[in-house]
């Protein structure tokens, strides 16, 4: 089968550093998002990785290893504003060829003061 | 100006009615979906479509009809509403002519079903 593994929830302090880690089972993988999604909100684009290594983008990062069906992202710097749940989505090819996403739930991260 | 647009924002009705929740987007972008989102289930695929002429069933398509009226638009019913079907219902768009085709999220239809 298809499946995405990410923590339920998380807490960190203010400024400090955390890492969200994404494990999936997947057939033919073309890329991994995470996304971003504040209580309420639509989801947002963060990252995408479709080769292995880390991609930087500001306080952001996103590291992906295919190999081991891992990638996590790294959140510098926390702010308050962090807190919301970060998703982590699979594109792969079903039996047709065609490709879709498949979704984690979420991992509901908490900046604390 | 928001580039995916949904109404309405928020809807109660009552089980057994009928309610269509569309969707509106100015990115040009050929492809549309519906998700529902439910706490601890996530984001779950209702329908999506490719072009005009295209509409596919995604995981949940059971009790629900979607029409694409156009490129930009993408409507999704519920025939025959039920309380299950109370969940937060997003609209999204992606392009293919793009590398990674993200998609796109519109604000969200919070829909309550009594």
């Known amino acids: 089968g298809q499946n995405i593994d990410q923590p339920t929830e998380m807490t960190a302090t203010e400024g400090a550093i955390v890492q969200i880690n994404c494990t999936y089972q997947?057939?033919?993988?073309?890329?991994l998002f995470w996304y971003q999604q504040h209580a309420g909100e639509a989801p947002t684009f963060l990252s995408y990785n479709v080769l292995d290594g880390l991609e930087e983008k500001g306080r952001f990062s996103s590291f992906l290893s295919r190999s081991k069906g891992y990638s996590y992202l790294l959140l510098k710097e926390l702010q308050m504003k962090d807190s919301a749940s970060y998703l982590c989505a699979v594109r792969s090819y079903n039996a047709g060829n065609n490709r879709k996403l498949i979704w984690g739930l979420g991992t509901s991260l908490a900046v604390n003061p | 100006d928001a580039d995916v647009t949904q109404t309405p924002r928020n809807r109660i009705t009552k089980t057994g009615k009928r309610i269509m929740l569309e969707c509106s987007q100015t990115?040009?972008?050929?492809?549309m979906y519906w998700y529902r989102q439910d706490p601890g289930l996530g984001l779950r695929l209702i329908y999506y479509?490719?072009?005009?002429?295209?509409?596919n069933k995604g995981e949940i398509s059971d009790g629900y009809s979607v029409s694409r009226q156009a490129q930009a638009k993408f409507s999704l019913s519920l025939e025959s509403a039920i309380p299950n079907q109370t969940a937060l219902y997003f609209c999204?768009?992606?392009?293919?002519?793009?590398?990674?085709?993200?998609?796109?999220f519109g604000p969200g239809t919070r829909l309550l079903v009594l």
């Open positions: 479509s490719f072009d005009v002429k295209d509409i």
């Open positions: 997947t057939s033919g993988f073309n890329g």
């Open positions: 990115k040009g972008h050929d492809r």
């Open positions: 999204a768009t992606s392009d293919l002519a793009g590398a990674l085709e993200t998609q796109y």
